[in-house]
């Protein structure tokens, strides 16, 4: 007869208690779409990225549908050093051109997309990666940017190359890939009306994909907890309208004001919500679907 192995029976009981709180949960997210935005720390550390990618095939495995939105760009960098390509950045936007963007593409639509991909299906779910020109799933036009001549005042446009921005996000390859029990993983390069390959920034990718989608959340992984008040505090929760007088005000500055803006076009235009989530935090996206309240902050209309 076989002895039963000894069991630390508080350990076992909290456990328990764990998936019991999180039925609840599990039932709301129930057959819904989740877009994650993968990049920052998240992605640049082994124990963070395993993490991930257990934590993405998990949401599949309980019947969530997750959409991931990968980024790349120390990967981008460390690639052009490699080749003695020089990088310039105009307002936290890499110029891209015609040589640029073939390493852009080479590096996000190849080496970063399929990384990420073997981590969610080593993981246990099937992941398929994919890039934004894969069925002219992203329609891109060039982004235009516009920047004042401190002196004389004038507005003068600026030159990025191939950056652009999602025109149009054809979700059928997306439907197709869910619907068949995989987990899509798209690289943030787009193709235009004649063709050409845009770059374009993860952040936009992932809120434009989550629009399309009717996302229920898009999670943004950040290096950051969240947007903060004006006393460091972390801000659970802000409207469209709070997030508009946020920057109003100076509350919201810097790096994470295109963060939020992303996060109010998503939600403008059909995601349920969008959260601001410190992906330094292991299991980010578990704790902030699957408890009462999460560690980042969400958007809603």
Same mark, same amino acid.
């Given at each position: 007869?076989?002895?039963?192995?000894?069991?630390?029976?508080?350990?076992?009981?909290?456990?328990?208690?764990?998936?019991?709180?999180?039925?609840?949960?599990?039932? $709301?997210?129930?057959?819904? @779409?989740?877009?994650?935005?993968?990049?920052?720390?998240?992605?640049?550390?082994?124990?963070?990225?395993?993490?991930?990618?257990?934590?993405?095939?998990?949401? !599949?495995? &309980?019947?969530?549908?997750?959409?991931?939105?990968?980024?790349?760009?120390?990967?981008?960098?460390?690639?052009?050093?490699?080749?003695?390509?020089?990088? @310039?950045? &105009?307002?936290?936007?890499?110029?891209?051109?015609?040589?640029?963007?073939?390493?852009?593409?080479?590096?996000?639509?190849?080496?970063?997309?399929?990384?990420?991909?073997?981590?969610?299906?080593?993981?246990?779910?099937?992941?398929?990666?994919?890039?934004?020109?894969?069925?002219?799933?992203?329609?891109?036009?060039?982004?235009?940017?516009?920047?004042?001549?401190?002196?004389?005042?004038?507005?003068?446009?600026?030159?990025?190359?191939?950056?652009?921005?999602?025109?149009?996000?054809?979700?059928?390859?997306?439907?197709?890939?869910?619907?068949?029990?995989?987990?899509?993983?798209?690289?943030?390069?787009?193709?235009?009306? /004649?063709?050409? @390959?845009?770059?374009?920034?993860? /952040?936009?990718?992932?809120?434009?994909?989550?629009?399309?989608? !009717?996302?229920?959340?898009?999670?943004?992984?950040?290096?950051?907890?969240?947007?903060?008040?004006?006393?460091?505090?972390?801000?659970?929760?802000?409207?469209?309208? /709070?997030?508009?007088?946020?920057?109003?005000?100076?509350?919201?500055?810097?790096?994470?004001?295109?963060?939020?803006?992303?996060?109010?076009?998503?939600? $403008?235009?059909?995601?349920?919500?969008?959260?601001?989530?410190?992906?330094?935090?292991?299991?980010?996206?578990?704790?902030?679907?699957?408890?009462?309240?999460?560690?980042? @902050?969400?958007?809603?209309?």
């Amino acid at each position: 007869m076989t002895e039963k192995t000894p069991i630390d029976l508080q350990a076992a009981t909290e456990r328990a208690l764990v998936l019991a709180q999180a039925l609840p949960y599990l039932r $709301r997210y129930a057959g819904a @779409t989740i877009v994650v935005k993968y990049g920052g720390h998240a992605m640049g550390e082994e124990h963070l990225a395993q993490h991930f990618g257990s934590d993405v095939a998990l949401l !599949k495995q &309980v019947g969530i549908n997750p959409v991931v939105v990968h980024g790349g760009g120390p990967q981008i960098n460390a690639m052009l050093k490699r080749l003695a390509i020089q990088s @310039t950045f &105009v307002d936290g936007l890499r110029v891209t051109d015609a040589a640029m963007v073939e390493v852009v593409e080479m590096v996000l639509a190849g080496t970063v997309n399929k990384q990420v991909a073997s981590l969610i299906t080593r993981a246990g779910a099937l992941a398929v990666g994919v890039s934004g020109k894969d069925g002219a799933m992203i329609r891109a036009r060039r982004l235009t940017r516009t920047k004042k001549d401190p002196d004389s005042n004038i507005e003068r446009v600026l030159d990025l190359g191939f950056v652009g921005e999602p025109e149009h996000v054809d979700v059928r390859v997306i439907h197709a890939l869910t619907g068949g029990g995989l987990v899509p993983v798209i690289a943030p390069v787009g193709v235009g009306e /004649d063709g050409q @390959t845009y770059n374009i920034n993860a /952040d936009t990718v992932a809120g434009a994909v989550a629009a399309a989608l !009717k996302a229920t959340r898009l999670l943004m992984l950040t290096d950051v907890p969240g947007v903060l008040d004006r006393d460091g505090q972390l801000l659970a929760e802000l409207t469209i309208a /709070d997030v508009e007088e946020g920057v109003r005000s100076g509350m919201i500055t810097g790096g994470m004001i295109p963060k939020v803006e992303n996060c109010v076009d998503a939600v $403008r235009n059909g995601a349920k919500g969008a959260v601001i989530l410190d992906g330094r935090v292991p299991h980010a996206c578990l704790l902030e679907l699957f408890i009462e309240a999460g560690p980042g @902050t969400i958007i809603r209309p």
